[in-house]
């Protein structure tokens, strides 16, 4: 070419590799320019792409985050709630006995009273005394009394400070607790109290719960075990969590597995894996998926091989190996209790239920502290400025630094009034005191002596007290409002925000349906149930659907989209227990709408729907581990992949020179090394370094050798009935290109060839396009690329060129107008001159001067869940939204085709030269004997044509 390539037809050999992509020169834009503010309607394909590679997938996917969610189960939640059930029975069963105790470690009476008789942040029940065990080991751990479990205890009973010594060593709480630490770890037989091997024993024997401390189970007595599987402890389950549990109740043989559950249940976040046996790792377990149901099949010598596999790679048995499988498929596949064909939509739900549970526990972490401190700070704030107090005032001058400090101080100009924020700091630091961190932060910060912040600090203490009696009376709370109120009255009726305090409204702060707007960048979406419906919900209700028995656990949040999806709305609310069948619908929108950016179809500004768009979705889903419902690391059957070069050892693509057969001359022979088409991209692999490696996948119904060219060239003597073959790299498929007509490309005569439309038609019209996966169920006019891209991707050609009068119904096109009227003025139809794919091929040489690859891009949706109310043309095979325009050129300026075709040029003119030469010698010649003739005859005088004359007329 120009540049001084060449593809090895001077000094290769037959064949040349090369690891680079040719470069094509596109065409002139001729599109309509559209104004940057224009508003466009488009439909979210990277969201639908992302939300089919996530959720139709293989059982290994569904299986590690729900054996994460038994493990994180097993280690946090397991310990506290058997020492919690192990006190409560052992020794709160006598009240008056356990109350006079605490009056011993310093409680008044009537503390004492209330808090053994308390069910809610008391003693009451064990599953409230659970807090206070998980209070205890917080406080171990961080030495800190203002943890977040034992701050919600101590504003439930106002703050009373004797509480904070019942978490010190030698009360009689603390010593309860290490009676019930001693007591598991002799029957666990463990040296220390350590919650990962608690969790191992548990899955493993299920000894925790049947041996619990203070003999309330003994495992071989007597006595019934309260609580056999944690299942009974823990009802968020809805699958039996021990391994031999699971093994009684499918009837399957006892397996042992104490001496391999700690390696099964590793957490492996590191490559490459020094653990090939952790469950937790999604090429481990898909490993031992598919190893063991080839082992289990009839034993040939490759199906052996499995079998010693899974006994070398995971130190498992045959019986071993099965237990596991079926324990990894009961997480898997979550049951449902009555008939339907749930495994339609259990994809959809598990990763639905992990994105909505990531969503609400953030958020209404943020608003459960911004309900009360929030509100609190706000209302300071607006005290301050409405009595023009500035902080300079409050500090004093010598101190006055402090008010400029970015983290902790404020201002009330308007300029600043986003400061109010940081009194947030200050009002903790009153209420908790010296010990607190907020304290400390100020402090720290060298701004304020000790006597300065305690007076000031006392100043703020005050303000806020009479804060909290006009909170209590305006929003009709019982002497003081508690954490719970005020976090319920806002989640569930938007009271704060919306039924605002004489104060607040004097500063200008106006009515709102969500916290969202007090904090811009503090919350993701408003998360607020009356932000997305009419109806409230009351503080009652609210707190059974706000707590980590119910939504704010994976696992009832699956079951509820899953009974969703079934579309019985009468069995889903009996199921939850919902008053009406109404909330059904309302739930299920305010799940979905608190998943960040989840939606099919987004307006935004043209400049932004095209350039530079963040979708808010992706960037939720990005920012998740895979526990979480985030991105997969690798799966290429699912997610969208393509072929990358980013290696050295890529595989190269292997051309034909021409050297033996100018004929093969471009011809491709392998792309990435195969002479196959098949996809060559990433996969899992535990043992490589960043956990993936580079492998071939089968994308066609049977083996498809490659065939065709790139499009440069196709041989000399290109006749108008030849077929000819172009390989589409990005497609991973070849076409065929049939002559049209002749044309001029510039001032060459050239054949014009275009897509052959048969290349487009299903099964039912050319049975051969069936390899290609052009079924009897799609459309005529459509490639499918599903199998390359992985999701419900077709291309047709733009606007949908040669399709099926029932395809070009689905979507109508029209040209852009910015008129006022209508948008809709000017309809488009498809047509060949700007819709083809063509390839202007001079005959002689078979050198494509001019070559358009345009395809345009559809993802096809169905009529489901999420796409309730669609038209499609056909009943059954969906709608095909068009996404983006695939577009390849390659043109030969005036000044290549001089100088590649200058010989061809002066031999086609020296070849015309000569024929009309020819052409004007021959008539001169017959003109000459003509007129020689008529010459002779009247030198003669013949008498007529038809008469000649005889001797007798000389």
Sequence with gaps: DENGNNFGQEDGTDLVAYNYQLDYVPLKNNGTYIDESTPVTSFNVPLYLTFLGLTNNQPPLYAVPNLYDVVMAFENDLPDMVIAYGIYKNYLQNSTSVEEKLENDGLEKTLAEKLVGDSTYGWGSWKSLRKWVTSIFEYRNTKSIWNGAFENIMDYFDNVDELKGLLHDNSTFSNWVDEAISDIKTTCNISTFDRSELASIQWSTALVTRNL????????GTQTAPFPSFLAM???????????????????????????????????????????????????????????????????????????????DYGLNQIQSMGLFYYLGSLANLPIEWEGNYRMTDGYSMMLSRWTRRSIVTETNHLRNDAVWGLYSKMLYCNYQNESLSCEDLVGTSASKVCSDPTIGWSITDSDSDTWTNLEVW?????????????????????????????????????????????AEFYGCLGRCTYDELFFMQWGMSSLTLNLPENLTQCGVKSSKTMKDWYKSRYQVPIEWTYYSEI?????????????????????????????FLGNLTKTAEFFGLPNIDLVPMLYNYFTKIIPGFSFFVTAPYGEAIVNRIDPFLSFVHNLNFYEGGYIA???????????????????????????????????????????????????????????SY??????????????????????????????????????????????????????????????PEDLKTEEEVPENAKFYQLKNGFNGFMNITAQIGGPFFLSLPRCLYCD???????????????????????????????DSYAEIEPLTGVSVGLMLQLQTYAGIYRDYFFKNIYETVPGKGLYMP??????????????????????????????????????????????????????????????????????DF
Aim: aromatic share 14%; charged share 25%; proline share 4%.
């Design 536 to 564: 409230e919900l009351s503080p009652f209700l609210a707190e059974q659907f706000i707590n980590y028995e119910a939504f704010l656990n994976p696992t009832p949040l699956r079951l509820f989209y899953n009974y969703y």
């Design 634 to 692: 690798a799966n290429p059957n699912t997610t969208l992949v393509s072929p990358t070069r980013d290696t050295i050892d890529t595989p190269p693509d292997v051309m034909h020179t021409g050297k033996s057969d100018s004929s093969d001359t471009r011809l491709y022979y392998k792309y990435y090394g195969s002479e196959i088409l098949n996809m060559y991209s990433k996969s899992l692999n535990a043992y490589a370094e960043g956990g993936l």
């Design 695 to 756: 492998q071939y996948f089968d994308i066609w119904a049977e083996n498809i050798t490659l065939k065709g060219t790139d499009g440069g060239f196709f041989g000399p003597r290109v006749d108008q009935e030849d077929e000819l073959k172009v390989f589409i790299s990005s497609i991973l498929r070849y076409g065929s290109i049939v002559y049209k007509d002749k044309t001029k490309y510039d001032d060459l005569d050239v054949y014009h060839f275009v897509l052959d």
């Design 234 to 312: 823990n009802e968020t389950f809805n699958f039996l969590p021990e391994i031999p549990f699971l093994l009684k109740y499918l009837k399957l043989p006892e397996a042992d597995y104490t001496q391999k559950a700690s390696k099964l249940l590793e957490y492996c976040l590191t490559y490459p894996k020094n653990n090939t046996q952790s469950m937790l790792n999604i090429n481990n377990i898909a490993n031992l998926f598919i190893d063991w149901l080839s082992c289990e099949k009839n034993k040939t010598r490759q199906e052996k091989e499995a079998c010693q596999q899974l006994e070398r």
């Design 805 to 835: 009068e029932k395809a070009k119904d689905m979507i109508e096109y029209y040209a852009y107008s910015d008129s006022n009227e209508s948008y809709l003025s000017t309809r488009i139809y498809p047509h060949q001159s700007d819709g």
């Design 213 to 220: 401390p203070f003999g309330l189970g003994p495992v071989n």
């Design 883 to 952: 996404y983006y325009t695939l577009r390849r050129s390659s043109n030969y300026t005036q000044s290549q085709i001089d100088d590649t075709f200058k010989t061809l040029k002066l031999a086609l003119a020296a070849k015309k030269w000569v024929f009309f030469s020819g052409i004007i010698v021959g008539s001169a010649f017959m003109l000459t004997s003509i007129m020689l003739g008529i010459y002779i005859y009247r030198k003669r005088k013949f008498g007529g044509w038809k008469s000649p004359r005889t001797s007798k």
């Design 427 to 471: 009002i903790k630091a009153s209420k908790k005191g010296p010990d607190s961190l907020e304290y400390q932060s100020i402090y720290d910060s060298g701004y304020l002596s000790k006597q300065e912040l305690t007076e000031t600090l006392d100043k703020i203490s005050n303000a806020t007290s009479e804060i909290e009696k006009t909170v």
